[in-house]
């Protein structure tokens, strides 16, 4: 029987280093406000998610990465692996996608040796925006191209959604989360040194997966070119 991938709890001591470094400047919590921090604090003890690789802000709320999806997908013991690819000029104008519509279709295996497939769009004015689907349009496209097919894959039980974490939390709540956070993660505490090494880590992976996931969008960008779509 295939089992589940097991996937470890982050200690308490472990993700604090973790948002540490991603409340950093350049990382993507860098401007996150103790509310906004707390938020993910406790998404990411839930789901056993990294904040620093998986989890970020969009418009002031929580935003799964395309590398938080995978996470998730993997822990089902039916999946497999996926694959994504930008549709061609011909296919858009078969389904009706306008032709400056970036549509991307990912396709997920299971071990049952069934497949599931679905498509992500940005569309022509959401590239123009001054948002990740702006600056960063195929990541966002095979963002929503691979969370559609796991929910077709998977079911939705268990499974962190982004209607989930569009949820406006009311002025008391943010105030208890901030309160919350403040005394969780103390601003006047240095890391001792130990701590600051091990953090030092942290940011290594998370460039190794940054470079990564640039090398990722420059082979969408290579097949773009391949069909013709820029």
């Known amino acids: 029987m295939t089992q589940a991938l097991v996937v470890p ?3 308490d001591e472990q993700l604090r280093r973790r948002l540490q470094v991603a409340h950093a400047p350049g990382f993507g919590l860098a401007d996150a406000t103790p509310s906004q921090l707390e938020m993910v604090y406790l998404l990411c003890q839930r789901y056993r998610l990294d ?9 002031g709320r929580p935003f799964v990465t395309i590398d938080g999806r995978v996470e998730l997908a993997r822990r089902n013991p039916e999946y497999l692996d996926f694959r994504t690819r930008p549709l061609s000029k011909e296919e858009k104008t078969a389904w009706d996608y306008r032709a400056d519509d970036l549509v991307v279709e990912c396709t997920i295996r299971t071990r049952t040796g069934a497949e599931f497939s679905s498509r992500g769009k940005v569309s022509g004015e959401e590239r123009k925006k001054n948002s990740p ?3 960063n349009p195929q990541e966002m496209a095979e963002k929503r191209a691979f969370a ?5 894959a998977f079911g939705q039980s268990a499974y962190l959604d982004d209607d989930d974490l569009e949820q406006e939390p009311d002025p008391k709540e943010q105030a208890r989360l901030a309160q919350r956070y403040t005394e969780i993660f103390p ?5 001792p040194a130990v701590q600051q090494e091990q953090a030092q880590q942290v940011v290594d ?8 996931r640039e090398m990722d969008l420059q082979e969408i960008d290579r097949q773009r070119r391949e069909e013709g779509l820029i």
């Open 9 to 11: 709890q982050l200690s």
């Open 51 to 59: 904040p620093e690789l998986h989890l970020t802000l969009y418009r």
């Open 133 to 135: 689907t702006g600056t």
């Open 148 to 152: 559609r097919t796991s929910r077709l």
């Open 187 to 191: 601003q006047d505490e240095e890391p």
């Open 205 to 212: 992976r998370a460039q190794k997966a940054a470079s990564q």
